[in-house]
């Protein structure tokens, strides 16, 4: 049973800070969301690009996540690390990405490289507690004219995992997902 209570009575709170493109993180923010409360964590989920955050000190867990386009987290996440890098340095924190990659088993490794671990090297006094990669959403509707043309570039590499652009694709595994949430409890 994870500790619920920082001291008798008062309840943990949690962060979940994150960028998004298209939605996909949104979902597994929000999915994130909903475990910890049913845990008994008081929560507050922020897309970074709607809401400003001026505080992290009341926050005893803070989960910092980012969608993944052309091999890059979205500017506001990385602005929220840098912002906070110092206040982070003294929290349980985790980072996440939502990425295509991660449906990949020969580029798993490689993403959790580029997209995670050069990240966490990137802000050395962070030391994020748990890493995780998650896989994301292909949805052509969504997408604006340069990132249709980027997928259909890929489409062969896609088309050969069996892979149809034409059809939405959604390659998050929430068991996976909803496990990494409760052991950050741990």
Do not use: H
Not at 2 to 26: Q, V
């Amino acid at each position: 049973m994870p500790l619920l209570f920082k001291n008798e009575g008062i309840r943990m709170k949690a962060l979940i800070a994150y960028g998004t493109r298209y939605g996909s993180t949104t979902d597994i923010a929000n999915k994130m969301g909903e475990i910890l409360t049913e845990e008994g964590i008081d929560v507050k989920i922020v897309n970074l690009a709607e809401e400003k955050i001026n505080d992290v000190s009341n926050y005893d867990l803070i989960i910092i996540g980012s969608s993944i386009k052309i091999g890059s987290w979205t500017k506001k996440s990385l602005e929220f690390l840098e912002r906070f890098e110092s206040d982070l340095s003294k929290k349980k924190t985790a980072f996440f990405v939502s990425c295509l990659d991660a449906n990949d088993p020969k580029k798993c490794k490689e993403a959790r490289e580029n997209y995670l671990e050069k990240v966490a090297k990137k802000y050395p006094s962070i030391r994020p507690y748990k890493l995780g990669l998650f896989g994301g959403v292909i949805d052509m509707k969504k997408y604006g004219f340069g990132t249709k043309l980027m997928v259909k570039a890929l489409s062969k590499n896609l088309e050969k995992q069996g892979i149809d652009i034409n059809k939405s694709n959604d390659f998050r595994n929430w068991e996976e997902i909803q496990n990494w949430t409760r052991e950050l409890l741990i």
